[in-house]
């Protein structure tokens, strides 16, 4: 599994989580990360994503409370999750893209994909 997430648990609605990914295992060259949610119908749904330039795009239901960042020397992705929702509840998953340059949160231009870890927020 060339992605690995980790930081997923339960909280209360109003609080905050921060979810890790770890990217060692990806080969070696540039990437865009994104950070995905599994969505009503398991159709994967774009939560956030940064490109090789630094650029980022965030889905609008997430704006201002959820902060995408990586550190290139940890090779790690974060997800900083802040005012929770109930309706943030979902499993989330970590992908990665060989273009490095992208701006889109469309799952279907991300090759890697990791094996998810689950939100749970309570009211």
């Known amino acids: 599994v060339p992605l690995v997430e980790s930081g997923g648990g339960s909280v209360q609605a109003g609080g905050s989580l921060r979810l890790s990914c770890e990217t060692s295992?990806?080969?070696?060259?540039?990437?865009?990360m994104g950070w995905f949610r599994r969505g009503p119908g398991k159709e994967r749904l774009g939560v956030a994503m940064?490109?090789?330039?630094?650029?980022?795009t965030y889905a609008d239901s997430v704006k201002g409370r959820f902060t995408i960042s990586q550190d290139n020397a940890k090779k790690t992705l974060y997800l900083e999750m802040n005012r929770l929702k109930p309706e943030d509840t979902d499993m989330y998953y970590c992908?990665?893209?060989?273009?490095?340059?992208?701006?889109?949160?469309?799952?279907?231009?991300?090759?890697?994909w990791g094996q998810g870890t689950q939100v749970t927020v309570s009211s």
């Open positions: 992908a990665a893209s060989v273009t490095p340059d992208l701006t889109s949160l469309n799952r279907l231009v991300y090759n890697y």
């Open positions: 295992r990806l080969p070696d060259r540039r990437y865009s």
């Open positions: 940064i490109n090789s330039l630094g650029a980022t």
